[in-house]
């Protein structure tokens, strides 16, 4: 370990003076990353790793935020380009070859904060509107009213995922600021091992809560000095991305209400349901909540030890034995830790018998901001993006696209070889839930861990007590407070 730290030591030094960088010039006080050599017609962006990056001007620069997955496998440099290359950037660059197309992937290494203090704008974006745009994009003047641009460019978003689509609309004040291009979507994971241990089948497509909460109840058991969890689902996700399409906010006559118009409604029966659907899974002795990490190993002392968790589809390749969307430093770790399961997936349960609704879009967006210099390009790049070619190109490599044809269902995982024993027919099963009534509100992103990682888990509250406090009390000082900081999210 102490030999590959000291070869790397040397080979940044060399990489340095090669480039005609050192700390020492930031010592001097020469601004850090702020090398010219290679970015004659472009603006370099400091930052804290002290990298030389350089957005040049014919350049159509994307940068992507909060997907994990890209962040995997980054260079010497703190550059993480790989996956995305790999899963999707080829492939963009091949289809416009005439364009020069610069990747970077959030921290990599440069942050929002990096690009505005050097008046560097994005070209696309590719993030979570489900709080992003409040919190990193429209605070910054990012964002612009995409209808018209898309409309012109003659992009259909009807044959998108709607609850994606309406899930942006939600978020952009009556407008439309971005446009879906994949999901991370949730979903069931059980660990065969397990239900072949106990000769219980394995949970399909199509099946209620309490279908599962049977199957839960079966495998939450102590043998020996092993104990098994039987079910996981985080509470938070579970209210926020909701599979009846509520939305906690109550109408007002303005997208933009004040702070104090803001109603909050978490006591209507439909929440009420929703917390007492989950709260039965939390009320199995030995089945308390920790985290749906669990399902590998997490905190739990063993690993292999859960029957079935629900989480995010991004985590599948790695379940699976591909160790792609990891870093190369913690590849060891993963095949150790993968021993102990034989992953199966499937969609999340349904609420009631004959539904088909799963969890609202865990998803990512394309935004072109205003200051882009090179729009109708984006905007083509984000045509491509949500086109059956590159929506295919995403599936192949596990991850959902939001448009569902044929080709792009059946390409799922194609790319990735060791989803080929993982029976993967669950993943595009069933609809996203769609939000209701959400218009003339503003979403602020309100604590909902309040409801039962406090109230519910800790405190000892009912579900209907905590749902009350958290509408009356927590979620309005948290609004208050907010406001009082000076933010609007």
Not at 21 to 49: E, H, I, L, M
Not at 199 to 210: L, R
Not at 288 to 308: C, E, I, N, Q, Y
Not at 376 to 386: F, P, R, S, T
């Amino acid at each position: 370990m102490k030999g590959k730290f000291a070869r790397r030591l040397i080979a940044s030094a060399v990489a340095a003076l090669l480039l005609g960088w050192a700390p020492q010039a930031a010592v001097a006080g020469q601004k850090a990353g702020t090398a010219t050599d290679d970015c004659t017609d472009g603006v370099n962006v400091p930052n804290r790793y002290n990298v030389p990056f350089c957005v040049k001007k014919d350049e159509v620069f994307i940068f992507a935020a909060n997907y994990k997955p890209f962040e995997a496998n980054a260079d010497g440099q703190r550059e993480a380009e790989s996956v995305f290359n790999n899963v999707i950037g080829n492939k963009l660059r091949q289809a416009f070859p005439n364009l020069k197309i610069k990747y970077a992937t959030w921290d990599y290494p440069v942050r929002y904060e990096d690009l505005q203090a050097a008046g560097v704008v994005p070209d696309i974006i590719l993030d979570n509107p489900y709080q992003r745009i409040a919190r990193d994009l429209k605070p910054r003047g990012w964002v612009q009213d995409m209808t018209s641009m898309v409309q012109q460019g003659g992009l259909d978003l009807s044959k998108l995922n709607q609850g994606a689509v309406e899930q942006v609309k939600s978020r952009s004040e009556g407008k439309l600021y971005g446009v879906p291009v994949f999901e991370d979507d949730y979903v069931l994971y059980y660990n065969k091992k397990i239900f072949d241990k106990f000769g219980v089948k394995y949970p399909k497509s199509g099946m209620t809560y309490d279908q599962i909460y049977k199957l839960a109840k079966k495998l939450t058991r102590q043998v020996g000095t092993d104990a098994y969890k039987g079910y996981m689902q985080h509470p938070d996700q579970y209210l926020q991305y909701n599979q009846s399409g509520l939305y906690p906010f109550t109408p007002t006559d303005s997208w933009t209400p004040k702070p104090e118009d803001a109603k909050v409604d978490l006591t209507t029966p439909g929440w009420q349901e929703l917390g007492d659907n989950l709260n039965r899974f939390l009320s199995i002795p030995h089945n308390g909540f920790t985290t749906v990490d669990d399902f590998l190993k997490g905190d739990m002392s063993r690993p292999g030890h859960v029957a079935m968790a629900v989480d995010t589809l991004s985590r599948l390749p790695t379940y699976a034995g591909s160790n792609e969307f990891i870093k190369q430093s913690d590849t060891a770790k993963y095949d150790e830790l993968r021993k102990s399961i034989d992953v199966g997936v499937t969609s999340i349960p349904v609420l009631k018998q004959g539904s088909t609704s799963t969890y609202q879009p865990n998803q990512t967006a394309a935004f072109i901001p205003p200051q882009s210099t090179h729009q109708q390009d984006a905007l083509n790049i984000v045509k491509w993006l949500v086109s059956e070619q590159g929506q295919t190109e995403l599936s192949s490599h596990g991850i959902k696209g939001v448009l569902r044809t044929p080709a792009v269902e059946d390409s799922f995982g194609k790319a990735v070889p060791e989803l080929s024993k993982v029976d993967t027919s669950g993943v595009y099963w069933g609809s996203n839930a769609v939000l209701k009534n959400y218009q003339n509100t503003k979403y602020w992103d309100i604590p909902m861990y309040s409801v039962f990682r406090q109230h519910v888990l800790r405190d000892g509250m009912t579900v209907e007590s905590a749902l009350a406090v958290a509408e009356q009390t927590d979620i309005p000082a948290y609004i208050k407070n907010q406001t009082a900081a000076g933010l609007d999210w």
